[in-house]
């Protein structure tokens, strides 16, 4: 089966640090990973997604993230985290083979603090 | 723009009563889900459908109810069924399943149980 783990429930840093959100994922075929960023009482907005190719892929608001296959993981970064920046995180994954589902972390609250 | 329109944003429900959040998208997709979000909990899918009037159960589909009348709307009402249906209510689409296609979610519907 399929699945996601978001391993911190909750990650503090210092603005104009750099910031990591942790995705590790679990599945049979080849996957699909997205990032997501959701502010309160909003829906979630698209930030990147890795399909194929570089193990790097950049994103909206300088955000970027990391496919490593082998540690089966796909973590988010910023070098200088803002304080808008706070927000909570959501990983997903898919894969490609005619399946209609995504599955979703359980999501990460990052609070940059000023 | 293109996009995902959920409403209403609120809405109220007094025991034993259904209700129904609407979704609509002009985004020419072909598949639509609806997701549920309770505080410091991830995603849930509830139902989703691949195509004009077909659709299947997600993992909590106990107590809802959808259609799929055309391409561009997909309803869901939450019925006297559901015991607890105080939650955050998320509608999101793709173009279609495999191949990696970002998944894009509206702004989202907030029920409450009175």
């Known amino acids: 089966a399929q699945s996601v783990a978001q391993p911190e429930d909750q990650v503090n840093v210092a603005e104009g640090n750099p910031l990591t959100v942790k995705c590790t994922y679990s599945v049979s075929g080849n996957p699909y990973l997205f990032w997501y960023v959701q502010y309160p009482n909003r829906g979630l907005q698209f930030l990147l997604k890795?399909?194929?190719?570089?193990?790097l892929v950049k994103g909206s608001y300088g955000f970027e993230a990391e496919f490593n296959k082998s540690q089966t993981s796909f973590h988010l970064k910023k070098p200088s985290a803002l304080v808008s920046d706070s927000a909570l995180y959501f990983c997903?994954?898919?894969?490609?083979?005619?399946?209609?589902?995504?599955?979703f972390g359980t999501g990460t609250r990052l609070k940059v603090l000023a | 723009d293109g996009g995902i329109t959920q409403s209403p944003k609120y809405l109220f429900r007094k025991e034993g009563q259904n209700v129904t959040l609407s979704c609509e998208q002009n985004?020419?997709?072909?598949?639509m889900y609806w997701y549920r979000q309770d505080p410091g909990q991830g995603l849930r899918l509830i139902y989703y459908s691949q195509i004009v009037n077909d659709f299947q159960k997600g993992d909590i589909a106990e107590g809802y109810s959808v259609s799929r009348e055309k391409k561009e709307s997909f309803p869901l009402t939450v019925t006297s069924a559901q015991k607890n249906p105080t939650a955050f209510y998320l509608c999101?689409?793709?173009?279609?399943?495999?191949?990696?296609?970002?998944?894009?979610f509206g702004e989202g519907s907030w029920l409450t149980v009175v």
């Open positions: 999101a689409s793709t173009r279609g399943g495999g191949s990696g296609n970002t998944i894009y």
């Open positions: 890795y399909i194929t190719g570089d193990n």
């Open positions: 985004l020419n997709h072909d598949a």
């Open positions: 997903a994954v898919t894969i490609g083979t005619g399946t209609y589902k995504y599955i």
